[in-house]
């Protein structure tokens, strides 16, 4: 069995028969076509967040539609992306009592100079 070399390396032969790998070329050729096919894998998060950032206003829009024809889940998803549904937050409360030193700064304000 034969293997077949493409720019130096060996490489399986794929159904179209270049075995998937692409000769040595200029490199700002290859940034232009890489461009329009999606970014590296290292950039996913990114490019998924602008891409996603770019539609928001469509979906958003869509959503409303949605909810206004009496869907639940879509009015649901609004709520929570709108932050709607929080109601009424509790008052936060203090973990811990007052320190020693500041129960004495109290108690010093409270009782009058004599």
């Known amino acids: 069995m034969e293997r077949k070399r493409v720019a130096g390396r060996f490489v ?3 159904l179209d028969g270049d075995g ?9 050729a290859e940034a232009g076509s890489n461009a329009a096919k999606g970014p590296r894998p290292r950039f996913c998060r990114t490019f998924t967040r602008a891409r ?3 539609a928001l206003p469509e979906i958003v829009e869509r959503f409303v539609e949605e909810a206004k ?7 649901k ?5 709108g932050g709607l549904d929080k109601g009424e ?3 936060a409360t203090k973990r811990r009592g007052k320190s020693v030193v500041g129960q004495l ?7 009058p100079e004599e």
């Open 77 to 81: 998803m609004l709520a929570n992306l």
């Open 20 to 28: 998937g790998v692409q000769g040595a070329g200029n490199k700002d």
């Open 12 to 14: 399986r032969e794929g």
């Open 105 to 111: 700064l109290e108690k010093m304000a409270r009782e």
């Open 69 to 75: 024809k009496g869907s639940i889940a879509h009015a």
């Open 89 to 91: 937050m509790p008052e």
């Open 52 to 54: 996603v950032a770019e």
